[in-house]
């Protein structure tokens, strides 16, 4: 195990045991059914709503627990120890739920988080489209105004708990005129009659995941679901909000960086090859070595970055290199133990292929890591 984080408190230490109890229960027993069905069981939401784990870090007159990103930061961890990938729990609370509460009337927040909050509505949000990834500013979906109502038309692809989801924000273009400046965010209930579900993504990692297609055939939504005192804001809400996402990806990067570094630790103690266990040779130790240093050194950078985004002092630019770096790097060391794991490795039911391909799409969503050295290059 890492060493204790920084950030950690005694509260922290007891929400540990709680969500590590409740992952162990419902997850772990469930991950090859969900792997099969692309998707966890509905009622997974409702029972994390029912034990407190939902919308952690949005304040308690909202519905939520009235925690911190740390509380958000622990569930994570826990949920990959629990070897589960495919409960899209991390940007349910920790994404779609903060754009309501950052940018939300008092009226949408007391509507909408509470219903997150208890499992009621699961959460996603809809920005990626299939001729548009990385560049948010040239989205296709149309929001346009017609009297009390927004018509909203387009498609959306890769969207995380997109099959499940009760409740969407939708990035759409409100004035298909401008670029970033026509951008607005929506949120939309899911039973609304134009909603169409697309199929559920076949994924090389990620197999219990939700992500599916989203359609919007002539959607009529309120325009009091715009999120925002007025159109326009949606590009710069994304930017705001990312930051966050892409530390959420730091911590699933660093806890698959150190669990295949002790799966692995564990395999070449065991795994015996010319009369002595694999881990006795050089090769391996000067590897593992190595991959014991990078995690080291990403699990550091991670912890500063969480303290100071508890402290609201974490910027672009860091956390943009928080991603990159740590994605990278946790995929090439994950790379290095499927090795040592020789044919073993690259079998599915052994759990370091798991991680190799559960890791990969780090490096690409949240914005690619190439886009991420364009952003620190900025900076420079």
Not at 14 to 20: H, I, K, S, V
Not at 51 to 74: D, K, N, Q, R
Not at 146 to 165: C, L, M, P
Request: proline letters at 3%; hydrophobic letters at 40%; charged letters at 25%.
């Amino acid at each position: 195990m890492p060493e204790r984080s920084p950030w950690m408190d005694e509260d922290l230490d007891a929400f540990r045991d709680l969500a590590r109890t409740f992952c162990e229960k419902e997850l772990t027993p469930n991950v090859e059914r969900w792997i099969e069905n692309k998707q966890v069981d509905r009622e997974l939401w409702t029972k994390a709503g029912e034990v407190g784990l939902l919308c952690l870090s949005i304040p308690e007159e909202y519905g939520g627990g009235g925690g911190t990103f740390a509380h958000e930061a622990v569930l994570l961890e826990e949920q990959a120890r629990a070897g589960d990938s495919g409960w899209g729990v991390s940007l349910h609370n920790g994404i779609v739920a903060h754009y309501v509460l950052a940018y939300g009337t008092e009226e949408q927040k007391h509507a909408w988080l509470p219903k997150l909050a208890s499992g009621e509505w699961v959460g996603a949000i809809a920005m990626t489209e299939p001729g548009t990834g990385s560049d948010l500013q040239n989205v296709k979906t149309r929001a346009i105004r017609d009297g009390d109502d927004y018509v909203v038309n387009g498609a959306k692809t890769f969207i995380t708990n997109g099959s499940q989801a009760d409740f969407v924000i939708v990035v759409a273009k409100t004035d298909a005129s401008e670029g970033a400046k026509g951008i607005s965010l929506i949120g939309i209930e899911t039973a609304r009659e134009g909603f169409r579900r697309g199929r559920v993504l076949d994924k090389i990692g990620l197999k219990a995941q939700d992500t599916a297609e989203l359609f919007f055939d002539d959607l009529r939504v309120p325009v009091t679901n715009l999120l925002g005192s007025e159109e326009g804001q949606g590009f710069v809400q994304l930017m705001q909000q990312l930051p966050q996402e892409r530390l959420i990806i730091g911590v699933s990067s660093v806890v698959c960086l150190e669990l295949a570094l002790q799966e692995t630790l564990r395999y070449t103690k065991d795994r015996q090859a010319f009369g002595r266990p694999v881990f006795n040779f050089q090769n391996t130790k000067f590897v593992l070595a190595e991959v014991a240093t990078e995690a080291r050194v990403c699990r550091v950078f991670l912890d500063d970055c969480i303290a100071k985004h508890l402290r609201g002092e974490l910027d672009i630019p860091t956390v943009a290199m928080l991603k990159w770096w740590t994605s990278d790097r946790a995929m090439k060391a994950v790379d290095e133990c499927l090795q040592l794991h020789g044919g073993y490795g690259y079998m599915s039911e052994y759990p370091i292929a798991r991680m190799y391909t559960d890791l990969r799409v780090q490096r690409i969503y949240g914005g690619t890591n190439e886009i991420m050295k364009e952003i620190i290059s900025r900076t420079l």
